[in-house]
């Protein structure tokens, strides 16, 4: 097993060989000595972004961008900690959010590289899982409205972020939307896609612009402690439908390992470790442990033959499932 000692690019001098700071400086932090010392930060309500609970982990941090974190220490020469952060102090309503900017932490952990505002802010790890995070509009209103006069409620801090929804194609019409008006939630649980899911149920919104997977992944089960209104997303494909679904022109990537302040030269040093490990063994076990298969990137460990298209990355116009199933298909011209 080939082990990278990283500061710069491939090829470049290694960090124990190099005088100076081996990762860029935290206020308060002791950097490394003989090796980049990263601290990587996510918060812990999501499907892949949570806290763990024993076997797993003690409640500390969990998920698959925190497996792959501690996975790159296999193939590299570097210290990783992850610790807990609220996504609003990551990325907030458009910009760049205050731990971040404090440099609480060097990056938080799964974001997806969209277009837009978040290019202008942030620089971005390449992705450990392949460009799958389609957006969709969840609505009563059929997939051949423009929104023209509508009012679509963003899931703020999340991708997509609300400014990419004029970059992405109606797949039924095959024109961009327009004439629309982004609105923020009219309430506040502390989580934003169960926030901005009230505001369309509450008759405030038209639409929602969100990924078009998060209805599923926000489908409760046992074992879980989800803080979101599982009565009311049991309500997909009978209260709320997508009527748009496969839409990527929002994103540059996909899921990436960290997000980090422009500038910061974090990618440079994590981007080596990222591409050796997305070969390894342990990159295909953990993302057989999330269910994640489908969306990592494939290497001489995964299964042959396995290129399923899910249903939330088709296009509209390709499906064959009904709104009752949660994904409508274009309406009959």
Same mark, same amino acid.
């Given at each position: 097993m080939f082990r990278l000692a990283v500061l710069g690019a491939l090829g470049g001098a290694s960090a124990s060989g190099m005088c100076g700071p081996k990762e860029p400086p935290l206020p308060g932090i002791m950097g490394g000595k003989d090796k980049p010392k990263i601290i990587l930060g996510q918060d812990g309500d999501g499907a892949n972004a949570y806290l763990g609970v024993p076997p797993e982990s003690d409640f500390d941090v969990a998920g698959i961008g925190h497996d792959i974190a501690h996975g790159l220490k296999e193939v590299c020469d570097i210290d990783i900690i992850t610790a807990e952060m609220r996504w609003g102090d990551c990325w907030d309503n458009g910009a760049i959010g205050a731990g971040l900017a404090a440099g609480e932490v060097h990056g938080c952990m799964t974001y997806t590289h969209t277009h837009g505002a978040r290019t202008r802010w942030m620089e971005f790890s390449d992705g450990i899982l392949s460009n799958n995070k389609p957006a969709g509009r969840e609505t009563?209103?059929?997939?051949?409205? =423009?929104?023209?006069g509508l009012k679509v409620v963003d899931v703020v801090g999340w991708a997509p972020t609300a400014d990419t929804l004029a970059l992405v194609e109606n797949k039924c019409t095959k024109s961009r939307f327009t004439g629309f008006t982004i609105v923020n939630p009219t309430v506040s649980t502390g989580n934003a896609n169960q926030d901005a899911l009230t505001t369309l149920m509450n008759g405030d919104a038209d639409a929602m612009w969100v990924y078009a997977d998060q209805a599923k992944n926000y489908q409760c089960t046992d074992g879980m402690t989800p803080n979101w209104d599982c009565t009311m997303w049991a309500g997909f494909g009978t209260t709320f439908a997508y009527i748009q679904t496969g839409l990527f022109g929002h994103a540059k990537g996909g899921t990436?390992?960290?997000?980090?302040?422009?500038?910061?030269?974090?990618?440079?040093?994590?981007?080596?470790?990222?591409?050796?490990?997305?070969?390894t063994k342990?990159?295909? =076990?953990?993302?057989?442990?999330?269910?994640?298969?489908?969306?990592?990137?494939?290497n001489s460990h995964f299964p042959a033959g396995d290129n399923t298209t899910l249903v939330y990355e088709t296009p509209t116009d390709q499906l064959t499932t009904t709104c009752a199933q949660g994904y409508c298909p274009c309406p009959a011209v």
């Open positions: 009563a209103y059929n997939g051949a409205s =423009d929104l023209n990436t390992l960290a997000m980090s302040k422009k500038g910061s030269g974090l990618a440079s040093i994590l981007n080596p470790c990222i591409a050796l490990f997305k070969e342990s990159y295909y =076990d953990i993302c057989v442990k999330h269910d994640m298969v489908a969306s990592c990137f494939q």
